[in-house]
């Protein structure tokens, strides 16, 4: 599957959104085997017959690609890659459900950023990040409801990040 923490190697680039997700889970999975269970995967992208066996055993559309809950705090990570076309409408729910339903919520497009995430959660003394491009969900709905088109190409360096 994903090999020890010292042969498993991240994609050099992502085709597609479940690869970065799986490398995010593997990447987690090798690195904090004493936090298995706290990390799960939406891994709601696929085709229609697995999209229909998921429906029928309990995937519910509309959460994040990645969550992860410890010490009382759930958070929830919405994976995007650059460059990648989604729904305004779309992007606004996926804002709107992690401000309104994760103690902390982010948009991620990077196994970096990822892991920065991570490590910032799981460290002892939280610091606030904004070392590597991390997009709190605010911005993105900030963004999106200034939009007039139903579209938008992910770009992270249209999302005002806090400082």
């Known amino acids: 599957m ?7 190697r991240p994609r050099p680039f992502y085709a597609n959104e479940h690869q970065f997700q ?5 990447w987690f999975a090798n690195t904090y085997p004493q936090h298995r269970g706290r990390l799960w995967a939406n891994f709601a992208e696929q085709n229609k017959i ?8 309990g995937l519910v559309s509309g959460l994040p690609d990645l969550m992860f809950a410890i010490n009382s705090k759930f958070y929830g990570i919405e994976l995007k890659l650059p460059h990648s076309v989604h729904k305004v409408e779309h ?7 992690l401000i309104d339903n994760t103690n902390t919520g982010f948009f991620c497009e990077t196994l970096d950023g990822f892991k920065y995430i991570i490590e910032n959660i799981l ?3 939280w610091r606030f990040m904004w070392e590597i491009k991390t997009i709190l969900p605010e911005s993105v ?6 939009l007039k088109t139903k579209t938008t190409t992910w770009n992270s360096d249209k999302f005002t990040i806090k400082h």
């Not at 994903?2 to 498993?8: F, H, I, K, N």
């Open 141 to 146: 709905l900030n963004y999106c409801q200034t």
């Open 123 to 125: 460290s002892t003394e």
């Open 91 to 97: 992007l606004i729910h996926q804002a709107q459900w």
């Open 22 to 26: 799986a490398d995010c889970v593997l």
């Open 2 to 8: 994903g090999g020890s923490p010292d042969t498993w």
């Open 50 to 57: 697995q999209a229909g066996i998921k429906l029928s055993l």
